[in-house]
Structures are given as structure tokens and as C-alpha cells.
């Protein structure tokens, strides 16, 4: 059990934010999301289902799948009650891009 989590995680379709990248369009939308009850089975096997239709979440909770394994356009994020302290959001992680 995750702490944080109560019973079976819910799961949120959230947009992938490419930040600073030259493919990314802000004015595209993403394709629509699945219906509640969807059943989705990722790249690594996994089978994941959608619990909730329009549901968001907070970007700096944990993300359950990559968007490699869910899909390019949405990623599928969980919705725990609290992050762990030592635990740094996935954007605070990421490299910053340089400019060549």
C-alpha cells in the first residue's frame, strides 16, 4: 500500500505538457479521452482502468503510467492525498533544455 492512497487508486487523464519544446502547439488540442470504465493496456503489460470521465489533478502528484505507456497525448495520473516530503515533483526533476 502507497501511503497516501486509500484502497484502489483513481485514476485521472491529464494533457502531457511538452514544456519549451519547437513540436509542441499550445493551440492543439489532444484527442478526446476515453469513458469511464475504459480498460487500457499499456506498453509494459500493465492493464489500467479509467475510473472517472473529466476528472483532473494536480501536476506534481506522482504519475502512475509514463505517457509512453498510456498514450503520446494524455498521461494517466493518479490522485493520492499527499506526496512525500522527500519526493520532488516530476518537473523539478526534469533538465532543463539547452539552447545550442
Known amino acids: 500500500m502507497i501511503p ?3 484502497g484502489d ?3 485521472f487523464w491529464e494533457p502531457v505538457v511538452r514544456t519549451r519544446s519547437a513540436l509542441s502547439d499550445r493551440h492543439a488540442a489532444a484527442p478526446p479521452r476515453p469513458a469511464a470504465g475504459t480498460e487500457i493496456t499499456a ?3 500493465a492493464i489500467l482502468t479509467v475510473n472517472t470521465d473529466a ?3 494536480d ?5 502512475v503510467t509514463c505517457p509512453t505507456c498510456a ?22 526533476r526534469t ?6
Open 4 to 6: 497516501g492512497w486509500h
Open 9 to 11: 487508486p483513481q485514476l
Open 43 to 45: 506498453f509494459c503489460g
Open 55 to 57: 476528472a483532473r489533478c
Open 59 to 63: 501536476q506534481t502528484r506522482p504519475q
Open 71 to 92: 498514450d503520446h497525448a494524455w498521461a494517466l495520473r493518479g490522485n493520492p492525498a499527499r506526496e512525500p516530503q522527500n519526493e520532488r515533483s516530476r518537473t523539478e
Open 95 to 100: 533538465p532543463p533544455i539547452r539552447k545550442r
